[in-house]
């Protein structure tokens, strides 16, 4: 899984023009050995947690993140989130493929979303952050978008979450412009967004052999992330006394 030279240079390429190649075909996994099939989880997994590392790193040592605390819990706090995060949406995916009776494993769908979510999940939780950093609009609508979705999840499953007064958020009705940087963030995540989902997409397809009907259902199962990282959140809050959601800016 690490690279160096041309194939840095060549992921990087594949990142952006060609997602399609992060995905091998499904006889890299069926043909495998028990051995070979450790080291591809072993691999993938140390992959996955170092990019983990160079998301929430730079982010923690400036003082951003989910809490108020210092750089260490910062670092576990940051790391948590996108890790949480990328087993949910593993957890969802393959429950999907599993549904549609397409899996040809669990290993290669391990591989699938640990990857993507390494790269476009930690560039869309970067943009994330980058807004909420250099623009309070950008806080305010996030802000918004959370508290929805939180209040809206919570309303069917009866435990409401309880912001506060000083939750800071905006109605997007009450924007009357965004300025230029703003758009631009705007405009990444959906891109990212929409590369996230075009992996998971492919994913489906060549490794698991199913259908474009069926990759769609699957998408529809990763689509729901949000909604089951909501009430997973407040459940927890509810009978766990833990915080039953993240606050995004001040």
Known sequence: ?????????????????????????????????????????????????LNVILYA??????????????????????????????????????SGIWLVRGSNGLIPSYRIVM?????????????????IFISNTLT?????AFQVLFETVGYYIAIPPGFGDGFNSINPAEVSSLL????????????????????????????????RYESVLVMGFVLSSPITFAAISLIIGEYLNIPSFFRLGA
Do not use: K
């Not at 594949?14 to 099939?37: G, M």
């Open 1 to 49: 899984m690490v690279r160096t030279g041309i194939g840095q240079i060549r992921i990087l390429f594949d990142i952006v023009f060609n997602p399609q190649n992060l995905i091998e075909s499904s006889s890299q996994y069926t043909d495998q050995s028990a051995v070979n099939r450790l080291s591809t989880i072993i691999s993938v997994t140390v992959f996955f947690l």
């Open 180 to 211: 230029l940087l703003d758009r631009a963030i705007i405009v990444g995540l959906l891109i990212s967004s929409c590369y996230y989902l075009y992996v998971l997409y492919i994913g489906a397809r060549r490794v698991h052999g199913l259908t």
């Open 57 to 94: 790193l730079p982010l923690s040592l400036q003082g951003i993140g989910f809490v108020d605390a210092d750089i260490i819990y910062l670092l576990i706090n940051n790391s948590i989130s996108i890790v949480s995060f990328g087993f949910l949406t593993y957890s969802l995916y393959h």
């Open 140 to 144: 305010g609508l996030f802000n918004w």
């Open 115 to 131: 990857i993507n979510t390494s790269i476009y999940l930690a560039i869309i939780f970067n943009l994330l952050w980058i807004g």
